[in-house]
């Protein structure tokens, strides 16, 4: 770790002591009571605690270049890094850690950035697109509650393309905290397809803090498959700093047993002619819970700015719970911005009209439940592993009652 | 089912009373369907037209309070909707339902699989169904464009309605209940429906057009005609009762019945 890491932990240390932990006083965190996991905030993993690289999705392997972290530490040996040279860069840049997240923060931002003990800056050069790159981040060996503080930077250097998956994973039996922090910084036509899957058990708490900032003709796509954890969090923060950039992000939770998700998406409109679209869905039951908020700021000199958000939720039964808080706040007078809400069970005349066609009922609400939830993956890439996705989806779907 | 005799009554409805929310709207219906027979069954808005046909298919929402259907021998209100259409009742609705996020090929091909499979046959792999169901979109005039599209999803009023006629030949069933499946359509379109329905059309299958005008029955002339007025079958009679109705309208029929 470069010696000037030790003056940024101290600022974000410094910082947060300022801030203070959010509670349910705090608008945003109304309806996530996170008490249960900030009475200590849990011990911070230790290097020692490191023993071997984790088994999960190992079949993706030949289908991805991979890059393990486990505890908080990137498995990056010199060996594996001249491996990848062809497309990215792993020793420049390394000053820039905090340019997209510094400015917006957050408790838990400063609570990664005053823990770091190690941390990922990728660059990403312009060059044919390649493989997917798959970044697992994995708490082993915790028996007791742990903390961890995984950290990336990627910067796509101008016209760079990434395809990029995140995964959250744990084993050891205790209660684990991944208080992860993802920076993102598009130069000028790059783009990156981003999805992040949340599979967690129930003794884990993901939050999972992602700062995007995107220079002229960025496109950015963000897809969030949260289908475990316990108390979990995404936070996005999308700045459009320049002209024609676009951002996109999908969201599809399961909600369902002690699953509490928070999605809270911020777009910043800072630049004229740019798009947004989020669009989160939820199919929830037997006690999920669940709450999302869009928020989309549209500066005075955006003109010609189009956000829209869209909220989705499909309730099984009456034990569940989504609530959905779409929220504008513009500045300009020549801007296209719209927001919609729905909730409901699944639709009766749809359920009939299959059962019509020879759909039993449960085969009438699988297909349903599976239309409803791949909209996650509509134009999704990814080659191989892009299926392998749709057909977790259509997995997950069909276990949703068990 | 399988060895239903031939000459065998495919559906006959007793005395059936049915009501939706809590309001009865068929008030005593019965009526005979032999293989091979077409049956209109006209009537003003709100006669218990659409109900009878959702009753036959089986949508929970509505309720039969008494009465009785068999269905090629066997109790049709003992069976769920799927096992109705996997028997070989097929409804064509007045208002196909847009199911967004399924691919009408995906929706066809599964249904017919699983009638299939009920019925002891092999499904079709996707190169098999694939040809029979281009074969079929031709035979209605779709473009094969439409199968990647949602089932119903921003179709217009025609192409759904080309659809479930669609269906109702990839589907073939053995009953085919057409639910006003003329509304809306132009008169290319009605021809089209019409060619569809004259192809499914056989000495084994029988077919109930629901419907409001004559007009589609120009084009597939009916054995029969009923008239259904205030939930009852009022008057039946062979297709120049359809004319008759056409230049004379349904008030004639009502003043009849009173005045009988």
């Known amino acids: ?402 | 089912m399988k060895g239903m005799n031939k000459g065998e009554t495919m559906l006959e409805i007793k005395d059936l009373h049915a009501s939706v929310e809590g309001k009865e709207i068929l008030k005593g219906i019965s009526l005979k369907v032999n293989p091979g027979e077409v049956h209109a069954i006209m009537g003003p808005n709100g006669s218990g037209k659409s109900t009878l046909s959702q009753v036959l298919a089986g949508n929970p929402a509505y309720e039969v309070l008494s009465g009785e259907i068999r269905y090629r021998g066997e109790d049709l209100l003992e069976m769920e909707a799927f096992e109705r259409a996997r028997a070989g009742l097929f409804l064509g609705f007045q208002y196909p339902v847009e199911i967004p996020g399924v691919t009408n090929i995906y929706f066809l091909k599964n249904a017919l699989n699983a009638i299939r499979e009920s019925n002891g046959e092999a499904p079709l792999d996707a190169y098999e169904f694939n040809e029979y169901l281009l074969r079929r979109m031709d035979e209605v005039g779709m473009s094969h464009e439409l199968t990647r599209r949602a089932v119903n999803s921003g179709f217009s009023g025609g192409e759904k309605k080309r659809n479930e006629i669609l269906q109702l030949l990839v589907l073939n069933p053995r009953l085919a209940i057409l639910d006003e499946t003329d509304s809306g359509l132009d008169i290319d379109a009605l021809k089209t429906v019409a060619g569809g329905v004259e192809k499914f059309r056989s000495s084994e299958n029988g077919v109930i057009l629901v419907t409001h005008y004559q007009r589609l029955l120009d084009f597939i002339p009916p054995d029969f005609v009923h008239v259904l007025i205030d939930g009852k079958i009022v008057l039946s009679g062979d297709s120049k009762l359809a004319l008759e109705l056409e230049s004379k309208g349904y008030n004639w029929v009502k003043e009849e019945e009173y005045a009988g």
């Not at chain 1, 203070?20 to 849990?42: N, Q, V």
């Not at chain 1, 990664?112 to 798959?134: C, E, F």
């Open chain 1, 1 to 402: 770790m470069p010696v000037d890491v030790i003056d940024y932990k101290k600022t974000r240390a410094g910082r947060l002591e300022q801030s203070g932990l959010p509670d349910t006083k705090t608008e945003r965190w109304r309806k996530f009571d996170i008490s249960a996991i900030t009475g200590g905030l849990f011990q911070e993993a230790h290097i020692s605690t490191l023993t071997k690289r984790p088994q999960d999705y190992r079949l993706w392997d030949q289908f991805c270049d991979r890059i393990d972290t486990v505890n908080g530490i990137p498995l990056l040996s010199e060996k594996r890094k001249a491996e990848l040279s062809d497309r990215f860069d792993f020793d420049r840049n390394l000053d820039r850690l905090g340019e997209a997240g510094d400015e917006r923060g957050s408790y838990f931002y400063d609570l990664n950035g005053s823990s770091l003990i190690d941390y990922t800056v990728l660059t990403v050069r312009k060059g044919p697109k390649g493989k997917p790159l798959y970044l697992p981040q994995h708490i082993e060996g915790a028996e007791n509650s742990i903390r961890t503080n995984p950290r990336l930077l990627v910067i796509l250097e101008p016209g760079a393309e990434l395809e990029l998956i995140q995964s959250f994973s744990s084993s050891g039996g205790g209660i684990v905290f991944h208080n992860s922090v993802t920076e993102i910084v598009m130069g000028a036509d790059s783009r990156i397809d981003h999805l992040v899957l949340q599979e967690e058990g129930d003794s884990a708490h993901v939050f999972n803090h992602l700062y995007i900032k995107q220079l002229t003709g960025s496109r950015y796509h963000g897809r969030n498959l949260i289908s475990g954890g316990n108390l979990s969090r995404n936070e996005y923060h999308i700045a459009l700093k320049e002209e024609n950039c676009e951002a996109e992000v999908d969201s599809l939770y399961l909600g369902k047993g002690e699953r509490n998700h928070n999605s809270d998406i911020t777009v910043y409109h800072d630049a004229p002619h740019c798009t947004s679209r989020t669009e989160s869905r939820a199919v929830a039951l037997d006690k999920g819970q669940g709450t999302f908020r869009g928020y989309a700021r549209i500066a005075r000199d955006a003109q010609k700015s189009d956000a829209v958000q869209q909220f989705k939720t499909i309730l099984l039964d009456d034990t569940a719970e989504i609530n959905m808080e779409p929220q504008l706040e513009i500045w300009a007078d020549d801007v296209k911005c719209s927001h919609g809400a729905t909730a409901g069970r699944l639709d009766p005349q749809q359920l009939f009209y299959l059962q019509t066609r020879g759909f039993t009922e449960e085969q009438a609400r699988k297909v349903l439940l599976e239309a409803f939830a791949s909209r996650l993956v509509d134009g999704l890439g990814m080659g191989e592993i892009g299926s392998l996705i749709r057909e977790k989806i259509s997995l997950l779907m069909e276990g949703l009652y068990e």
